[in-house]
């Protein structure tokens, strides 16, 4: 089974800009998707931005715009950029992978079978 390691969490102050990595220990296996996602203490986990199936992008509305999700097949490395840091995006960022069927879900942690450790990302002047 693939194993996916995140790096890259530090401690920003608001409005400043991070970079996660995500390595997996092979390719993304054929037809699966790859998110990033968050989860604070005491809230759910939530999807941040992801790549459907390989190629179709897509990010929840709080962070359009701010946030890039990439990847470099090549590596076997999913990134997500994230710049103009809140406070409120303060948490530990997860990245997954999973047999997403639909675009639509391709924020749901549900259907994501293979997750990575977490790496903590904190937002605070």
């Known amino acids: 089974q693939v194993q996916l390691v995140e790096s890259g969490g530090d401690s920003v102050e608001p409005g400043g800009s991070l970079r996660l990595s995500c390595a997996a220990s092979?390719?993304?296996?054929?037809?699966?998707?790859m998110g990033w996602f968050r989860q604070a203490p005491g809230k759910d986990r939530e999807g941040v931005a992801g790549i459907y199936k390989g190629s179709l992008l897509r990010y929840a509305d709080s962070v359009s715009g701010r946030f890039t999700v990439s990847q470099d097949n090549a590596k076997n490395t999913l990134y997500l950029q994230m710049n103009n840091l809140k406070p409120e995006e303060t948490a530990t960022y997860f990245c997954?992978?999973?047999?997403?069927?639909?675009?639509?879900?391709?924020?749901?942690?549900?259907?994501?079978?293979?997750w990575g450790q977490g790496t903590q990302v904190t937002v605070s002047s």
């Open positions: 997954a992978t999973g047999p997403v069927s639909r675009y639509d879900d391709t924020l749901v942690p549900t259907f994501y079978d293979t």
């Open positions: 092979e390719n993304r296996q054929r037809g699966y998707s």
